[in-house]
């Protein structure tokens, strides 16, 4: 069965992209840590990041490395956090998560809200640092 990240890279799901290549794509998480919180996956339905051939893992690391900069530029923030756990869905994936103090990189906070318009404009302005 596919994995919801599945379903949202083959557009059977909605999804706010933030950026997309052959392998990989990134986007923003429905239940954020702190605004313009996203995810990176490899496109290839893979559960745990370790699984992945080291090519395919340096890959991801590289698509990463570079929304990580546009998020940095576009989200005010001391700087961004970067997690891996993999528990709530079987696909591969990487948190970016724009930081002010350490305490905003815990799963356990209260997840924010943005209205679509708010959503809309974390993701264009995102974009214009690609």
Partial sequence: MASIFTKII???????IIAEDEKHIAFLDIMPLSKGHTLCIPKKEVDKLFDLSKEDYNALMDFTYTVSKALEQAIPCKRVGMAVLGLEVP????HLVPLQSE?????SN????FTPDEILKIQKDIQSYL
């Fill in 10 to 16: 083959n557009r059977e799901i909605p999804a706010t």
């Fill in 110 to 113: 209260k997840r924010l809200s």
């Fill in 103 to 107: 305490g905003d990189l815990n799963f």
């Fill in 91 to 94: 696909h591969a994936h990487v």
